[in-house]
């Protein structure tokens, strides 16, 4: 199947700093991608909708100038957080869907964990 | 506005033991429904899908799931529980309105014992 490579894994960054996060299809192109947020022993809630040369789309309760999203290419989008706090420290995946359509399959990066001290 | 209840947060089965993982779903659109699942420390990996093809959909490493709209429900089943079958199953839920993206599920950790 499709692979989508998250990176860097994991990172900790000290209070204050910014973290960027990047997410690529390798051998497809995505013209949308999708960024969750993974709590410990929870379910991934959707952030945001990356689309390919536009504004992100975030979803309610989420800072968009908190969580910066570029979708620059067909096949990158970064998740840059920024001025980050332990609160923020977090499972981030991202997701690529190959081909329009609500029925394509998803592929999933391999995540990345935050950790803010 | 889509979601998806799965019924059971934590499920035990014995090994060479039925697995049943409940799921229910709510749309106002044909939905895509999923089955995702999530071993501990990797990424998510595709179970199986239906997309309004046949209502049994028979996914990978021997678990199949039944739409069945009646009753609002996408349940994933598999004859004989394997121990490396242990993991987070997530039952998604996508449709045209919500942008293609996918709506997540609680989780179902399921266990296999010995």
């Known amino acids: 199947g499709a692979v989508v490579s998250q990176h860097p894994s994991w990172v900790i960054c000290k209070s204050g700093t910014s973290v960027k996060i990047e997410c690529r299809s390798l051998?497809?192109?995505?013209?949308?991608m999708f960024w969750y947020r993974q709590f410990p022993k929870q379910s991934l809630m959707l952030m945001a909708t990356s689309n390919e040369g536009s504004k992100a789309t975030y979803e309610q309760g989420v800072e968009k100038d908190k969580f910066l999203i570029n979708h620059a290419s067909l096949t990158l989008s970064t998740l840059t957080v920024t001025s980050a706090h332990p609160e923020d420290s977090s499972f981030y995946i991202c997701?690529?869907?190959?081909?329009?359509?609500?029925?394509?399959?998803?592929?999933f990066g391999q995540g990345t964990r935050l950790t803010v001290v | 506005a889509q979601s998806v209840t799965q019924l059971d947060s934590h499920v035990s089965v014995s090994e060479g033991t039925p697995v049943l993982l409940r799921c229910n779903y709510s749309s106002s659109y044909s939905p895509s429904l999923f089955w995702y699942v999530q071993h501990p420390n990797k990424g998510l990996q595709l179970l199986l899908k239906?997309?309004?093809?046949?209502?049994l959909v028979k996914g990978i490493n021997g678990f199949e799931a039944e739409f069945k709209k009646s009753e609002t429900s996408f349940h994933l089943t598999k004859p004989s529980a394997h121990m490396s079958d242990a993991a987070e199953y997530f039952c998604v839920v996508s449709d045209s309105n919500s942008g293609y993206a996918l709506n997540f599920g609680k989780g179902t950790s399921l266990l296999v014992t010995p």
């Open positions: 239906y997309t309004s093809a046949a209502t």
């Open positions: 051998d497809f192109q995505a013209t949308t």
């Open positions: 997701s690529a869907r190959e081909g329009a359509g609500w029925g394509t399959e998803a592929f």
